[in-house]
């Protein structure tokens, strides 16, 4: 691997992508051996920035003064041709502070660990209608489309009051917009369709209020004046959105993970208990969303490396998520280690809004599907399975099992 200051030479190309499950990107331990910043070459021969190393990764994503979150300025690194689709979505995860602050700020107290603790029976409920409906329906399953999506995509429309004949609707356009086959175009379509649903169950909501997420966003920032009906609907597509397939990917892969490792599945069969070491370790190992973007904002060092304004840097989760100095042993799937200092939801101010949710989505999902079927396997050998990394989004496109 070459090094960021090696001048003349051809920098590696970004993204990358990973040969097993379990695996960080191919490249990525290369980069990290040469320190924890280098320089990779965009699919669009743009050149940035990428930062590997744990302290460094910790330190530009706290850093938000200095390197800025803002997708429709053009100075953002886009790491595929979606997300120059993506650019145009005016949500709070592109967005710097103030705008950030005070958009966040709307959904905090929605999201705290008793609020989402408050959500675990229904969680269980659909996680167990999931399961009656795999079991009944004979020997074999793929646990994407049965299991893994409608988990998340059900928790997410019922938390925010969208209606339960529309689920269907928001798992496809939600697969349409992240997933690595389909076009710019299809992806740019679904946002518009998911859009302006939700401008129309807003204006819906506004006359006949509900109970749900929505309904409670609409009494206290749009009626009050505070929030407008269109940021809203930008908030709520993001809620689904960064939702849906981030979670549907860790409960696949999680599921995989412990199928794969007989240590681990006997420990948690043994002791449920073990379930939230498993999770964070999962997390930790897996790094689903990975390479996240930022731009210099000023002159400025990442690790005593200079920077120019202007320059793209992408954090890679995975390759920090495995820093010896941190997590010795990395490649290890190990429980009992304290995995939760992870960077698998980020850090500093645009931390994962949903980690509270997606931990108990995790945690209910493993914990119901290898009890309810303790015979569980795979139906292929595992290396059929087909990864899937759209826009550093790391998952499997089928898992088929059987029991
Ligand atoms: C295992 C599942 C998940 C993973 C790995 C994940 C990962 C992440 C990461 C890495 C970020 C930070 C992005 C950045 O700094 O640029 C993020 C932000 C975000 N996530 Fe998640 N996420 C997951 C599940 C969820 C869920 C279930 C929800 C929703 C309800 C959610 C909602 C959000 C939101 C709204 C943001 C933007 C926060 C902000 O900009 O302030 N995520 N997520």
Redesign the pocket.
Known sequence: MLSPNTSGTTEPTYPTTRGCPFAEPSGYADLRADGPVSKVTLYNGRPAWIVTGYDAARDV?VRHEDFS?VRDDPRFPATAPRFEAAKKIR???G?DPPE?TAQ?RT?TGS?TVERIAAQRPRIQKIVDGLLDTILADGDTADLVPQFALPV?SMT?CH?MGVPYGDHAFFEHQSRRIVQGESSLEDSADAFAKVRDYLAKLIETKRRAPGDGLLDELIADYVETGELDPKDLSEIAL??LV??HE??A??IALGVLAVLEHPDVRAGLAADPGMISGVVEEL?RLL???DG???FATRDTEIAGQPVAAGDGVL?A?AASNRDRAVFGDPDAFDPHRSARRH?????????????N??RT??EIALTSIFARIPTLRLAVPRDELRLKHPAGLHGVVALPVTW
């Open positions: 994503l979150s949500n709070f995860l967005m950030h966040r959904l999201f998340p997410i938390l993001l809620l960064a939702g981030t979670t990917n860790a997390l790094s689903i969303a996240l973007s930022r954090v989760v960077v698998a939801f980020g850090y500093g101010i645009h931390q994962c809004l949903g980690q949710l997606a989505e995790m």
